[in-house]
């Protein structure tokens, strides 16, 4: 169960307190030298940060060893791209590029160790640039599992996160017990319910809960310690539920897909509610709820993480899946769980795994019935009428002709 929400706002004005919470999230969305993980570094002799790319990292395993992990998406389109394309060919996608630049500028020069997870081919040579331009960095291409038989993939997976626990107590200099990684464990529960219940709130009432701000509030916790990133979803969720200051619009409820790894600009999510569209579900920062159920706290941690991965994760095109025949179902689940009149896929540019199983999921959704337009982006896209007109068509669209 949610622990339950505190009260939204000391001075008794929720919207007050709601936007707040979202100004404090923007500062730390725009701040590209981690001030808020530099400080958390800096209050005690010792501490450690793990930097992680995006999609699915054990951060368990990170908290276990009272490391910070710290998410890294890119630098979006704050940052200009200029030793990054020394390193990596044009016809990739940005993020790489862009990481790049954040270690190479020195915004990332507080950080201990970085874990490069199974996303693509692109991810995986960053991970063996990082160990060549950063030798004094722990860094590690942390695998995933492609068999999915527990005998099989789920030993594979478990040895592989042994091995990381090894690596991170040498980084840290703090023995990961059982104890503690079953604690940290309940931590990260306790955050991907809070998680949850943001986008079942949203799915309810997607006016009082806008996907910009969904995406900041996420975003705040690829950075703040996950205590901190819970408190603020818990305030979130009770002062957007109890503020009365935005009302209802006609607009259509769209599922967003393809944005799991490079991050899309702030402003192309702002332009696709300012079309006419309600972002009632997405996959936005997938690792803050890549584990779809509560990860059991008792046994052997080890275990229970590989089994949550192999059985109980979500769907993404950057992951093996096991049954054929069950590809692309997911986003009908999603259509069905939050309402939405159709889906949007908006991809990177050059993002392989996102790109080629596009079509894959366009007939499993022309089969469904269920309306679909595509677009591309880049994480510093910076002209958005294009995208807002082609949004705006699709929603008009939907409310014209599919009785939504």
Known sequence: ???????????????????ALVARAQAIFDDLNFGEARRWKEAEPGRKVVGYLPIYVPR???HAANALPLGIVGGGDAIEVIHGDAYYQSYICRIPRSTIELGVSGRLDFVDGMLFPSICDVIRNLSGMWKIMFPHVYSRYFDVPQNYEDAVGGNYYIAELAELREDLERVTGTKITDEALNNSIA????????VRDLYALRAKVPWKAP???IFLILRAGLVLPVEEHSEMLRGYIAAAEAAEDRSLRDNSRVVLSGMFCEQPPLNLIKS?????CYVVDDDLLLV?????DDVPTDGDPLANLAAAFLHHSESTSSKYE???????KYLIAAVKRSGADGVIFAAPSFCDPALLERPMLQNVLRDADIPFIAFKYAENSGQMQPIREQAGTFSDAIKLWSGA
Not at 1 to 19: E, F, I
Not at 187 to 194: H, Q
């Open 1 to 19: 169960m949610t622990t339950p929400a505190r009260k939204p706002a000391p001075n008794g004005d929720p919207a007050a307190y709601r936007d």
């Open 60 to 62: 368990e395993l990170i």
């Open 187 to 194: 931590v990260y529960n306790e955050n991907r319910r809070l």
């Open 211 to 213: 996907a910009p701000e």
């Open 272 to 276: 696709l509610e300012l079309a006419g």
């Open 288 to 292: 803050t709820r890549w584990l779809i």
């Open 322 to 328: 096991p049954d054929q025949a069950e590809k692309g």
